[in-house]
Nanobody
Framework: QLQLVESGGGLVQPGGSLTLSCTASGVTLDHFAIGWFRQAPGKEREGVACLGRGGSTTYPDSVKGRFTISRDGAKNTVYLKMSNLRPEDTAVYYC???????????????????????????WGRGTQVTVSS
């Protein structure tokens, strides 16, 4: 089963920046819609950035203007650039890919529309982001 691999997580101070990467082997990520969601202990999952196959992006209000999702086709990698990080951004961040733009976009439109990981075509195991002084 192909998996996505997230990297780039770590500890950062409030106001700092971090860039997460999502890579895959054996499949071209350009063919899929890609999204990031996060899960913090005791909190509801939240989609934070979604990128359609045509390049459209969707962000929830909580991260709009601070998070940017992009893809590099040559490196077969999708990035999540996070700036002006806050303690409430602390969570495990997961990357998922799906062949349907609507399925992926729904993840960023409403938390209740985030599916279980294995309902997406491909998914990663997550990377921890901790924002603390």
């Amino acid at each position: 089963q192909l998996q996505l691999v997230e990297s780039g997580g770590g500890l950062v101070q409030p106001g700092g920046s971090l860039t997460l990467s999502c890579t895959a082997s054996g499949v071209t990520l350009d063919h899929f819609a890609i999204g990031w969601f996060r899960q913090a202990p005791g909190k509801e999952r939240e989609g934070v950035a979604c990128l359609g196959r045509g390049g459209s992006t969707t962000y929830p209000d909580s991260v709009k203007g601070r998070f940017t999702i992009s893809r590099d086709g040559a490196k077969n990698t999708v990035y999540l650039k996070m700036s002006n990080l806050r303690p409430e951004d602390t969570a495990v961040y997961y990357c998922v890919a799906d062949g349907f733009d609507t399925t992926l976009r729904a993840m960023c439109e409403a938390p209740q529309r985030i599916l279980a990981l294995d309902r997406y075509d491909y998914w990663g195991r997550g990377t921890q982001v901790t924002v603390s002084s």
